[in-house]
């Protein structure tokens, strides 16, 4: 598959960090304040706004949360134009870390490019062999997804479901949730869920 990680390397480590001390400032928030409320270390939020280090999706969707802002405007996607196609190599792709250093181990792909109005939330998750998508969270909606490539561990609460190319599931999005690689090759998720909140 096709991607445009490069438009997401290191250049967007700088970018996310700017616009993150932005709107933590904007909000009157010390970085020790946004850490707590976040649940992660100070060290942490600081190598993020100093573009050393990437958030993981539980982090990321605490901060777009606490500063009352969304994933689009923290990566800066840009969007050619509103034509309902976005072609193979189009698609705006968000790298986060997973592990301590620079390993980036999952790359989320945009289906549906983030905009107001959108019921639907519909992401190509690129899981590398090994990686996880940290500790299990929760958040508001339902989500279902379809395994394109690979093998997966997805964890729903405490029961555990190996899942491999072909397989699929759906369930709310209150049930605490995590996933990993356990395989030798690249994982693949089709995933969508309403309401939008990443």
């Not at 990321?60 to 990566?75: E, G, K, Q, Y």
Request: proline share 6%; net charge negative.
């Amino acid at each position: 598959m096709k991607s445009t990680q490069s438009e997401f390397g290191d250049l967007s480590r700088e970018k996310l960090g700017l616009k993150l001390k932005m709107a933590r400032r904007a909000k009157g928030l010390t970085l020790k304040e946004l850490a707590m409320r976040c649940g992660c270390s100070e060290s942490l939020l600081s190598k993020v706004e100093n573009g050393h280090a990437l958030p993981s999706i539980k982090i990321t969707h605490r901060l777009v949360h606490n500063l009352d802002t969304n994933i689009t405007w923290l990566f800066d996607e840009s969007i050619p134009h509103n034509e309902p196609v976005l072609r193979e190599g189009q698609r705006p792709v968000i790298t986060l870390d997973y592990y301590p250093g620079d390993h980036a181990g999952i790359r989320i792909e945009r289906i549906i490019p983030y905009r107001e109005g959108h019921m639907l939330q519909s992401n190509i998750h690129h899981i590398e062999p090994g990686a996880k998508s940290g500790e299990a969270f929760v958040h508001e909606g339902e989500e279902t997804g379809y395994i394109l490539a690979g093998e997966v561990v997805l964890e729903l609460d405490d029961v555990t479901y190996h899942l491999q190319k072909g397989d699929a599931f759906c369930f709310p999005s209150d049930i605490p949730h995590s996933y990993s690689n356990p395989g030798a090759c690249t994982a693949s998720i089709l995933w969508t869920c309403t309401p939008p909140t990443f």
